[in-house]
């Protein structure tokens, strides 16, 4: 069975730095999709950014970028030059390519942006 | 505006009161999905649909129906409600094939449920 693990429940960051959530999975399959999801204290669900598994050049959306490592199963989120908007919940989420609509979501990370 | 909604957005009801939470969606799309998320665990699949009539158990199933009798419909039905099923449930859709297919989910703005 597929598994998505995010070890930091909670993250602070300054405003203008840089900060990293990890996230790693576990899967048999080789042809997948990973995301990043961001959910402010709307709760509303956001997608952030998405990598095809297949495709090695690590995705990039403006400030976020993602540092994809097939082998190793690690999918972490950078968030370059951050701001307080950027503050919420970030969840990690896996699907495989084709068939079903299945997708295996971490247990997500806080993040804290510091004026 | 493409848009999934959901009714009603916070409940409060009590044990063994059947009810059911709405989710509707103008997209067209073919997939559906109903998620639970509670704190720490973080959002967990319940149920899926991925056409008329046809629905399969995601990760947390248990004490929950649903059904897809029309393609822009798909109804959370808890026959029993017990306190465990305290939570905040939100509702996709995506499409099953074209260009956006591969990423773009979509999702209604979630409903409080509180179960006495």
Redesign the interface.
Known sequence: AQTVTQSQPEMSVQEAETVTLSCTYDTSESDYYLFWYKQPPSRQMILVIRQEAYKQQNATENRFSVNFQKAAKSFSLKISDSQLGDAAMYFCAYRRTSGTYKYIFGTGTRLKVLA | EAQVTQNPRYLITVTGKKLTVTCSQNMNHE???W?RQDP??????IY???NVEVT?K??VPEGYKVSRKEKRNFPLILESPSPNQTS?Y?C?S?RSSGELS????Y?G??TRLTVT
């Open positions: 997939y559906m999905s998620y720490g665990l973080g959002l967990r699949q899926y649909s991925m399969d995601g990760d905040l939100f996709a995506r591969s990423y773009e989910q999702f703005p979630g």
